[in-house]
């Protein structure tokens, strides 16, 4: 039985699969592992919400505790780290700009946003 997937849609209707982790779980990612991560938490409808969206190496931006912007996550009620592996940084930026498009409520905070 695999890890669950949640399908995220960016605002040029394509659709990225990510694996979803517990915070826990994404903090044991080892360094030089590339990709897309989503912090998210579940809301009253039962839904995904997006906390914040990056890219980059997922031993640093899906571990909680090294993450720039941990008090911001915290705040906002993160409980998962969504993952995409994707080794190719161009693709990785896009990706990531498609999905904030789309969620512009998720990396409200200045560290977030000012890459």
Same mark, same amino acid.
């Given at each position: 039985?695999?890890?669950?997937?949640?399908?995220?849609?960016?605002?040029?209707?394509?659709? +990225? $699969? +990510?694996?979803?982790?517990? &915070?826990?779980?994404?903090?044991? =990612?080892?360094?030089?592992?590339?990709?897309?991560? =989503? +912090?998210?938490? =579940?809301? $009253?409808?039962? &839904?995904?919400?997006?906390?914040? =969206?990056?890219?980059? @190496?997922?031993?640093?931006?899906? $571990? &909680?505790?090294?993450?720039?912007?941990? $008090?911001? &996550?915290?705040?906002?009620?993160?409980?998962?780290?969504?993952?995409?592996?994707?080794?190719?940084?161009?693709?990785?930026?896009?990706?990531?700009? @498609?999905?904030?498009?789309? +969620?512009?409520?998720?990396?409200?905070? @200045?560290?977030?946003?000012?890459?």
């Amino acid at each position: 039985m695999g890890r669950p997937v949640c399908e995220w849609q960016g605002a040029s209707g394509r659709h +990225y $699969d +990510y694996i979803v982790h517990t &915070l826990e779980e994404a903090g044991q =990612i080892g360094a030089g592992q590339f990709g897309n991560c =989503i +912090y998210a938490r =579940i809301n $009253d409808e039962r &839904l995904w919400v997006p906390v914040c =969206i990056g890219q980059g @190496d997922l031993g640093v931006e899906a $571990d &909680l505790e090294r993450h720039r912007c941990a $008090d911001c &996550l915290r705040l906002h009620g993160a409980t998962h780290v969504h993952l995409h592996a994707n080794t190719r940084p161009g693709d990785r930026r896009a990706e990531e700009g @498609d999905l904030r498009a789309n +969620y512009p409520m998720a990396c409200e905070c @200045d560290r977030c946003s000012g890459d």
